[in-house]
Structure formats: structure tokens, C-alpha cells
């Protein structure tokens, strides 16, 4: 099993990113794939998670209406599309496989691998 994010960089105040996740070694419509972020100092935070049987979505409240994650079944990836960036999203953003999405992102018990991690850097 492989994961590997892209994407990351630094980015003003209300500018976007997207970030990539690719993933292999595994039937990728069998699972879900979250993003979880972790800032310097503080707890890991489960961002978003999305099944890539059904296309159902999940998001942390502090991104809902600015973040998006979509699923290319075709290509194995999925991309979280980051708008309205804001300084407090500055954080290591990992994409991990789940079995199945819910809205308990914070519950990491359920990520069983996960990649190595794309910084994410917003200025004010």
C-alpha cells in the first residue's frame, strides 16, 4: 500500500492549493480516503474523508464551504481542492486509507496507512 501527497506550498491569506493523493497497492473502490492535518504543537486534526464506492463526503466543520475532495477513480487519486486559505491552516497534510467514511474524522484508529505528508504553509 502507497500513498503519496503532493501539492503543498506557501500561500497567502484567502489564496488556494490543491493537494493530491495517490494512491496504489490496493483496489481503491474498496476503500475511502481521508486528509487529516497536523500543525506544529497541536493534535492531529481529521480535515475530510471521501468513499470512493459512492462519493460520499465528509468535512471538519472549520473547512466546510472552503475545502473540496473529489475522488478520479480512473486514476487512484484524490485531491482536496483548498480555498479562502486562512493562516490557521498552515499544517503537514497527510491522506490515509480508511475502510469506510463517516464524520468521526478525528477517530485515526480507523486510518490504516497513511503517506508521508505535504507541508502546507498559509501567510497573512
Known amino acids: 500500500v502507497q500513498l503519496v501527497e503532493s501539492g503543498g506550498g506557501v500561500v497567502q491569506a484567502g489564496g488556494s492549493l490543491r493537494l493530491s493523493c495517490v494512491a496504489s497497492?490496493?483496489?481503491?473502490?474498496?476503500?475511502?480516503i481521508g486528509w487529516f492535518r497536523q500543525a506544529p504543537g497541536k493534535e492531529r486534526e481529521g480535515v475530510s474523508c471521501?468513499?470512493?464506492?459512492?462519493?460520499?463526503?465528509y468535512y471538519v466543520d472549520s473547512v466546510k464551504g472552503r475545502f473540496t475532495i473529489s475522488s478520479d477513480n480512473v486514476k487512484n487519486t484524490v485531491y482536496l481542492q483548498m480555498n479562502s486559505l486562512k493562516p490557521e491552516d498552515t499544517a503537514v497534510y497527510y491522506c490515509?486509507?480508511?475502510?469506510?467514511?463517516?464524520?468521526?474524522?478525528?477517530?485515526?484508529?480507523?486510518?490504516?496507512?497513511w503517506g508521508q505528508g505535504t507541508q502546507v504553509t498559509v501567510s497573512s
Open positions: 471521501i468513499s470512493s464506492s459512492d462519493g460520499s463526503t
Open positions: 497497492g490496493f483496489t481503491f473502490d474498496d476503500y475511502a
Open positions: 490515509a486509507r480508511l475502510r469506510y467514511c463517516h464524520s468521526h474524522l478525528d477517530y485515526f484508529a480507523d486510518y490504516d496507512y
